[in-house]
């Protein structure tokens, strides 16, 4: 079984930065898709960074494009530096992974994902 453990969540003024983390443990996991998704209150979860492992590539939602990155280390942690916060950022952060490389009309979609964290809340204040 894997699990995925977030960390780094908290409340933060509007221009400010967060780094959350994503821990990846029990069995042999390879993660070679690990992304980030959040959902806000009253809404859809949505795609905020994917990283796959095998070529290195990164992709954004268009509104955390410039602010945020995704980055991972070799035992599968993965982080998201979000930098120049906003308070539409607000919401929990999710850690989600594959075990194969997602294509990209894949890695956009949470469903495609087979392991997610339990989440870390994120609020920003104006």
């Known amino acids: 079984q894997v699990q995925l453990v977030e960390s780094g969540g908290g409340l933060v003024q509007a221009g400010g930065s967060l780094r959350l983390s994503c821990a990846a443990s029990?069995?042999?996991?390879?993660?070679?898709?690990m992304a980030w998704f959040r959902q806000a209150p009253g809404k859809e979860r949505e795609f905020v960074a994917a990283?796959?492992?095998?070529?290195?590539?990164r992709y954004y939602s268009d509104s955390v494009k410039g602010r945020f990155t995704i980055s991972r280390d070799n035992d599968n942690s993965v982080y998201l530096q979000m930098n120049r916060l906003k308070p539409e950022d607000t919401a929990i952060y999710y850690c989600?992974?594959?075990?194969?490389?997602?294509?990209?009309?894949?890695?956009?979609?949470?469903?495609?994902?087979?392991?997610w964290g339990q989440g870390t809340q994120v609020t920003v204040s104006s």
């Open positions: 989600a992974g594959h075990t194969n490389r997602l294509i990209l009309s894949s890695l956009r979609v949470g469903e495609y994902y087979d392991y």
């Open positions: 990283l796959r492992r095998s070529d290195g590539n």
């Open positions: 029990g069995r042999t996991f390879s993660g070679q898709t």
